[in-house]
């Protein structure tokens, strides 16, 4: 008896959802440690534990799944600000959240620190995955009284990725975090806070 043969690319009964994710998870690591140029459908699939047809199948060429990263971690940012973004927000409680997020993350960090690199390649991928939570942050940065809101936020972010791009590597001592932190909410008290 002849038994049908699978379709690559397809594993028996796997689950799509989850199959996708540890694709998009592994590409997401490797393309925030080495970049888009630098990393191949192949080594996605030996990451993932797929085949590269399975890759293909469930997210596309490599472009589309270079920018299901950012939708990725896009996803698991916004979930992790949301609660202090949506009522009336203390700053150092949106400033705690995004630290706890980029350390639990960090991933997040080398995938934006390699896209903005290359600032004219991948149109789009800032404004979907990265202007609108920057938005809500000026906004609350401007009823704060800061007159430039933008360059608050990206000043800001910019000085904490520089922190968090080393955890990518796993070099960043608890001390040090803690030194970050600490840094951090002190900007905003003498930024911010009332006197």
């Keep these: 008896m002849n038994t049908p043969r699978r379709r690559p690319g397809r594993p028996p009964q796997a689950d ?3 199959t996708r994710e540890r694709i998009v998870a592994a590409a997401t690591g490797l393309f925030a440690r080495h970049g888009f140029d630098a990393v191949s459908v192949r080594q996605v699939a030996d990451a993932a534990g797929v085949d590269v047809a399975t890759v293909h199948h469930h997210t596309g060429g490599k472009a589309v799944l270079y920018e299901a990263c950012f939708a990725r971690v896009y996803a698991l ?83 904490v990725h520089a922190h968090a791009v080393r955890a990518l590597h796993g070099e960043v001592p608890g001390e040090e975090r803690a030194a970050l932190r600490e840094f951090a909410h002190r900007w905003v008290s003498r930024m911010y806070d009332a006197p």
């Design 16 to 18: 799509p959802q989850a």
């Design 77 to 159: 940012e916004q979930r992790a600000l949301e609660p202090v973004l949506s009522s009336p927000t203390d700053l150092h409680r949106v400033l705690d959240a995004f630290l706890d997020f980029l350390e639990e993350w960090p991933e997040n960090t080398g995938l934006w620190l390699r896209r903005w690199l290359d600032p004219t390649r991948h149109r789009g991928i800032d404004e979907r995955y990265s202007m609108p939570l920057y938005e809500r942050v000026e906004r609350l940065l401007a009823a704060a009284g800061e007159p430039h809101p933008r360059v608050a936020v990206r000043s800001l972010i910019w000085a």
